[in-house]
């Protein structure tokens, strides 16, 4: 699986939209961008994934650049329950395989008041 | 989206002893499986790849023979810790492949050896 890199940490109030950033220049043609988030002594909760087109879900967006060497996750309304840290992690999908998510250090995200 | 179950969410073992970490996908069958292991202040490491009924594939530096891994159905897999000292102790996850290829986690599993 491609590396990618994130901002070790990130403030954000409360209310505003947070962006995370991550760098993945040497994904490729058929691998995906993954966002998970895990807050403190949980497991990773899933976020939102995509391959090339910007995607929407309940909990956030993802923005893909068109060369897909970077991507963002947007949480338009960040609250204290946002506080967590967020991995942005690249994966190959092929079919009638599972691969693994590889993680990084990801980037620890604090919503403040 | 889909969830997965891990029991017992914490545990307190004795040094030498073994210890059983059950996860199971409630709403969807998983053929793969994932155990990751994380010790404070760090970020997951995956221990094993989990698919039923055949070994599970472990990734380098992970020795197979303590931590036993089965997966005997479509929606359980057991991770045991055998003969756990107290540098075992840590938060173990384990995760599973659901429909749409998308990977989901169970809450994960304290262990403390003592």
């Known amino acids: 699986d491609a590396k990618t890199t994130q901002p070790t940490s990130m403030d954000c109030a409360e209310g505003r939209a947070a962006n995370l950033p991550c760098n993945h220049s040497?994904?490729?043609?058929?691998?995906?961008v993954y966002w998970y988030r895990q807050i403190h002594s949980q497991g990773p909760q899933y976020i939102i994934h995509?391959?090339?087109n910007n995607e929407t879900n309940e909990m956030a967006s993802l923005i893909i650049t068109e060369d897909r060497k970077s991507s963002t996750l947007i949480l338009p309304h960040a609250t204290l329950r946002d506080t967590a840290v967020y991995y942005c992690?690249?994966?190959?999908?092929?079919?009638?395989?599972?691969?693994?998510?590889?993680f990084g250090t990801g980037t620890r995200l604090q919503v403040t008041l | 989206g889909a969830v997965v179950s891990q029991h017992p969410s914490w545990v307190i073992c004795k040094s030498g002893t073994s210890v059983k970490i059950e996860c199971r996908s409630l709403?969807?069958?998983?053929?793969?499986m994932f155990w990751y292991r994380q010790f404070p202040k760090q970020s997951l490491m995956l221990m094993a790849t989990?698919?039923?009924?055949?070994?599970?594939?472990?990734e380098q530096g992970v020795e197979k023979d303590k931590f036993l891994i089965n997966h005997a159905s479509l929606t359980l897999s057991t991770l045991t810790v055998t003969s756990a000292h107290p540098e075992d102790s840590s938060f173990y996850i384990c995760?599973?492949?659901?429909?749409?290829?998308?990977?989901?986690f169970g809450e994960g599993s304290w262990l403390t050896v003592v």
């Open positions: 995509g391959l090339k």
């Open positions: 040497t994904i490729s043609g058929n691998e995906y």
């Open positions: 992690i690249v994966r190959s999908i092929n079919t009638g395989t599972a691969s693994k998510l590889t």
């Open positions: 989990s698919n039923e009924g055949s070994k599970a594939t472990y």
């Open positions: 709403d969807f069958q998983a053929t793969t």
């Open positions: 995760s599973a492949n659901s429909i749409g290829n998308t990977i989901y």
